[in-house]
C-alpha cells in the first residue's frame, strides 16, 4: 500500500522537472532599468504570448552574462559592458552560443552615480585623487569611472581602484574601508535611506549625466534566434506590453518593482524622469558600443578574437517582424549577411 504514495511523488516530481526543463529561464540584475521584466512576469504577460518563465535577478549584468553562457538561462539583460567584454574575450566570435542583442530596452540617466558621505572631505573631482574608488569591475560602473578619469584629468596613478559587487559596496562605504562607489539605482537610494535613517554622515552625490547615458539591453545567443524564433518575437512583444503598461499605470509597475526588490514604497518615486522605456535597435546604440570598445582596448582588456563588427553582435530579424519601426539599422540579420 506504500508503493501508491511512493509513485504519487515521483510522478509529481517528475512533472516539476519537466515544467522546469520547458520554462523559459532570463536572467536580469538588481536595477531600475529593469522594470519592464518584473511588470510582464507579474502581470502575466509573458504568459499572454505563451511563455512560461523564471525570471531570476542577480547582483549585475556579468552573473546574467555568465548564466547566458552557460546555458542556465535562455535570455538575459544586461548594460553594454558585460557584452562587450564578452566578444573581446571570445577566441573564436560568430558561433551559435554567442549572445546577440534583440532589443535595447531603456534609455537612462541618473541611474548610475558616484557616492561618497559627507565625512570624506570629497567636494570636488580633484579630491578624489588618493582615494578608494569601488567599482564593480566587468560592469558599466568600470567603464564610467573610467569616463570620469578622462573628462576631469583624474590620473588612474593617484588613486585606488577597489574591486567590489554591487551588493557590497554600501557595506564598504558605511564602515569606511573605500572613500566612494560607483553605484546604480535602486543600491544608490537605498544607501541614502540608510544614512539618514542611522544618523551617518550623509551621501554627497556625483552625477555623470554629462558623460554616460545608460542602455538595458535584452540578449540571447544565436542559436535561439535561428532555431527558436518564435520564442524570440514572443519575447519581445511581452516586453513591448510591458513597457506599453509602464506608460499606462507607472504607480502599479514601480510597485511591482519594489515589491520584487524589497525596497521601501516611495524611495524610487523621483527617478522616472530619468528612465524612457522604449524597444530600439538604433545607431545610437552602436555609437555607445564603439565607446566601450575604445575603453576596454584603452584600459588592457585584450581582444582575443580578432576584428571587430558590431553589427555582429545584433539580431535584428525578431524585432523588426515585431516593431518595424523599431528598427534603425540595415542588414543585421543573419540571412543578410555575407558569408
Known sequence: MAIAPLLALLLVNTLHAQQSRQATHIASAVYLGDVPTIVADEYGLFADQGIQVEVTHH??????????????????????????????????????????????????????QIVTTSESGIRQPADFRGRRIAVDRGTNSEFVWWLYEQYHGIDRASIELVDLSFAD??????????????????????????????????AVHFHVNNLYIGKWILVTTRHTVENRPDLSRNMLA??????????????????????????????????????????????????????????????????????????????????????????GIPGTDTQDRTP
Request: proline letters at 6%.
Open 238 to 327: 511581452a516586453y513591448q506590453a510591458a513597457i506599453d503598461f509602464v506608460d499606462r499605470e507607472p504607480n502599479d509597475a514601480i510597485a511591482a518593482f519594489n515589491r520584487r526588490m524589497g525596497v521601501a514604497e516611495g524611495l524610487l518615486a523621483g527617478h522616472w524622469d530619468a528612465l524612457d522605456y522604449n524597444l530600439t535597435l538604433d545607431w545610437g546604440l552602436i555609437a555607445d558600443f564603439q565607446k566601450q570598445f575604445l575603453w576596454a582596448q584603452a584600459v588592457g582588456y585584450d581582444n582575443a578574437g580578432g576584428p571587430l563588427r558590431i553589427l555582429d553582435l545584433i539580431e535584428a530579424g525578431p524585432l523588426r517582424d515585431v516593431r518595424p519601426d523599431a528598427v
Open 169 to 202: 559596496m554600501s557595506d564598504a562605504l558605511i564602515a569606511g574601508r573605500i572613500d566612494a562607489a560607483v553605484l546604480v539605482e535602486p543600491r544608490v537610494s537605498t544607501l541614502d535611506a540608510r544614512l539618514k535613517e542611522d544618523s551617518r554622515p550623509q
Open 59 to 112: 547582483d549585475s549584468g556579468v552573473t546574467s552574462m555568465a548564466k547566458l553562457r552557460a546555458g542556465e538561462a535562455d535570455f538575459a539583460l544586461m548594460a553594454l559592458t558585460p557584452l562587450v567584454l564578452d566578444r573581446l574575450a571570445d577566441e573564436n566570435p560568430g558561433g551559435p552560443d554567442d549572445p546577440v542583442v534583440l532589443a535595447s530596452l531603456v534609455h537612462s540617466m541618473g541611474l548610475l
